[in-house]
């Protein structure tokens, strides 16, 4: 049977049966119509262009319909489209844009699939645009270029009017930037050039205008809070209606207008800016003025130096005050001047706490911040009060905190953090190690008098500054720590050793506390010639260490020592509390009536310093155990002492003071030396591992090596030099005396 032949449709013919397609499908677009197209319709419409395509050659019309295609969207547009757009104005025309390009769509969708097969295959082969692409082209040249100016006047405006507080349709904004974002088929030019450009324009010269007068009328708060809430609304206006790619341009040209044109002004206004802000403690307005100014370039800077001078300023009234309370004070008793120093500390704490607290809260823990408060800490923190260093004060703060019966009552948790507080501090000082030769020696005084109040908070802040200033720092105050747990268990081993053998007999109660040289301050060991009571009973203890312990030789340090002593007065008898070498002052009168202060010197085989403190705290003090012709206030050379037997007491026991030697020029003098010491060897350090190097560099490498411990002086580094050269550690250059060589 044969092939039933397929008829060939010419150009005409089947373009005529498309148009009526075609004019139905604008019908419907313009509301003419509600004549639907049924699926008979649409396969009549795509089967007559696959004939049309698909006819042998001449009647291959492919390129003819490619043609038609575009032209039926060109003469719809300049029929219907443009004349209804040129006859709109502003909000009715943006309306009129929206319908129009969402019709637009819709025709290109239908007009598309009817053309399908031209898509497949003729567009393929040739590398044509596809249809989708060349009907959308179509609106963009012929009515978006013709309309974006406009367009954009009109979104603008609408904009502006929001921003004066009317309402706008904001979904109508939405699609209108939707258009200009679409007709770009993926590429954001069309939003970016046509629009974008000029909303950023008008956004720049809109907050410009607005700034201008908001500086002038409004405070520094009130500015800063406008300011925000203008950031909020744009920010707000992106995710309504802008592309979001707009959000980061948008805010950064409202700040620039409201915030960096403005910044030197508005944090400096005289009733408002920063440091009113900071002086009145508005955590809130400052919190604010960070979320606002980190936004900008280097806008943090000028608040953090603002904050800077205002933290030092503060710190140095305090220093001022507590440097006036002092030499007022100095004329009166000296206790209240070491109380003043004490609620210095303590100012100095709570001021730390509170700026800390900002950093950490309003500033969101900035390390500009950080810095400042560091900075600004260093300042103050090293100036002296009443003629103390501060190293030398929050020991003695520490030490207040530590003991037995200081002024500061606390309970654990509080010492516990007092003292990490103190801690903190100690960073800022420049003189670490004065502080910790201070600590040392304060240390010692309350391990060895039994002072100390809790074991556990001195291992506690021993272990917060060896945190803070490395093992080097505290190895000493370890040490000491760890000897007075070991002298406890040679005291109960050495009274077993007496239980034991009782031929051995001690005479007295002796208690020893042994301590390795290393560790604890340097004391004076003075060949006291010691009571015979006494004598026996050091010997005891000689032959008991001797006997556990070899190669280790015993210094006796009298003047660390107390004893207890029965005096028969003629009232009652009383205990009186001692130093050793008062007691050995005090036997002296069993053997003799009178001795002349000649005598008492030469027995007792002491200084005339010792023996005028000695004499003087049982002769001219509170009491008066010793009496003395003539009857002065003073210890003189030529004068004689007889034991008082007329002296009493309502108390039982007493203990007598013994003025303490002032030991803060002794710690000076060790630090300095220690302190010559580290240059030495930082200096050796150094040249070992450069062989050659210049004057200068050296300098600056020793600071910074030695820079943790104490800020060295450079005077002082170049004596080392001088030292060193001279003990043949280095030798300068021959040809250039600024370079020095290492000798090995």
Request: charged share 30%.
């Amino acid at each position: 049977m044969a092939m039933h032949e397929r008829k060939t449709i010419d150009l005409e013919q089947g373009w005529e049966f498309m148009q009526k397609g075609i004019t139905k499908l604008k019908n419907l677009l313009e509301g003419n119509s509600d004549n639907q197209f049924s699926s008979e319709d649409y396969m009549m419409l795509y089967t007559t262009i696959y004939n049309m395509c698909t006819q042998k050659p001449p009647h291959d019309y492919s390129q003819q319909l490619y043609d038609k295609y575009k032209s039926s969207f060109e003469e719809y547009i300049h029929s219907m489209v443009l004349p209804s757009l040129r006859e709109k104005h502003d909000e009715f025309m943006l309306r009129e844009l929206v319908r129009r390009w969402t019709n637009h769509k819709v025709m290109v969708r239908w007009l598309s699939r009817f053309f399908f097969y031209l898509d497949r295959y003729f567009i393929a082969r040739r590398s044509l645009p596809p249809l989708n692409e060349v009907g959308l082209t179509c609106f963009r040249d012929l009515v978006f270029q013709e309309m974006k100016g406009k367009v954009k006047d009109a979104v603008i405006s609408l904009i502006d009017q929001e921003r004066e507080g009317e309402q706008i349709d904001r979904a109508l904004l939405k699609n209108i930037v939707d258009i200009f974002v679409e007709i770009g088929l993926g590429n954001m030019d069309c939003y970016e050039l046509d629009f974008e450009k000029f909303l950023l324009e008008d956004t720049a010269s809109y907050y410009s205008r607005k700034a201008t007068n908001w500086i002038v009328e409004d405070s520094c708060p009130d500015y800063m809070l406008k300011a925000e809430e203008c950031l909020r609304r744009e920010k707000d206006r992106v995710s309504h209606y802008l592309h979001s790619s707009s959000e980061s341009k948008l805010l950064e040209k409202v700040q620039h207008e409201l915030l960096a044109v403005y910044a030197s002004q508005l944090l400096e206004k005289e009733h408002s800016g920063c440091y009113v802000l900071l002086r009145d403690d508005k955590t809130e307005d400052l919190s604010r003025m960070y979320r606002l100014f980190s936004k900008i370039s280097k806008g943090l800077d000028p608040i953090s130096q603002m904050f800077k001078q205002h933290v030092t300023s503060e710190g140095t009234a305090l220093v001022k005050q507590a440097e006036d309370a002092a030499s007022n004070k100095k004329a009166e008793k000296r206790d209240t001047v070491g109380m003043q120093e004490q609620i210095f500390v303590r100012k100095i704490i709570e001021l730390h706490d509170k700026y800390l607290a900002y950093v950490t809260e309003c500033f969101q823990d900035h390390s500009l911040f950080h810095k400042a408060l560091k900075e600004a800490f260093e300042v103050f923190c090293n100036k002296g009060v009443g003629g103390s260093t501060s190293a030398e004060l929050l020991a003695t703060f520490c030490d207040n905190i530590l003991k037995k019966g200081g002024s500061e009552k606390l309970s654990d948790e509080a010492i516990e953090e007092t003292l990490e507080k103190v801690v903190k501090l100690l960073a800022y000082i420049s003189d670490k190690d004065l502080f910790a030769e201070f600590h040392r020696k304060k240390l010692a005084r309350r391990l060895l008098f039994d002072k100390s109040a809790n074991d556990d908070h001195e291992r506690s802040i021993l272990s917060k500054l060896k945190q803070q200033c490395g093992g080097q720092f505290t190895s000493k105050m370890e040490g000491m720590v760890k000897d007075l747990a070991l002298a406890r268990e040679h005291q109960t081993n050495f009274e077993e050793y007496l239980k034991s053998n009782s031929q051995v007999n001690a005479g007295l109660d002796l208690s020893v506390t042994v301590l390795t040289t290393g560790f604890w301050p340097s004391y004076k060991s003075f060949d006291l010639n010691l009571p015979s009571e006494m004598v026996r009973c050091v010997e005891v203890f000689k032959e008991f260490y001797e006997g556990k312990t070899k190669h280790r030789k015993l210094t006796w340090i009298y003047s660390l020592g107390t004893c207890n002593i029965n005096a028969k007065f003629e009232a009652k008898n009383i205990e009186l509390i001692v130093t050793t070498y008062q007691a050995a002052t005090l036997l002296l009168f069993n053997a003799s009536e009178r001795l002349s202060y000649s005598e008492i010197m030469s027995q007792l085989n002491l200084t005339d310093d010792d023996v005028i403190r000695l004499l003087h705290s049982l002769s001219c003090a509170k009491y008066k155990i010793l009496s003395k012709e003539p009857n002065t206030k003073t210890i003189s050379p030529n004068d004689v002492f007889e034991f008082n037997s007329k002296f009493t007491d309502r108390m039982r026991r007493i203990k007598i003071p013994l003025p303490p030697v002032d030991e803060k020029k002794k710690v000076i003098e060790d630090v300095d030396k220690d302190r010559r010491y580290a240059i030495d060897a930082s200096i050796v350090r150094i040249m070992k591992s450069r062989k050659i190097l210049g004057h200068q560099q050296l300098v600056m490498e020793c600071v910074e090596q030695l820079g943790r411990m104490f800020k060295p002086d450079f005077k002082a580094i170049k004596k080392r030099i001088e030292d060193l050269i001279t003990r043949d550690y280095l030798e300068r250059d021959k040809d250039n005396p600024n370079m020095y060589r290492y000798l090995a």
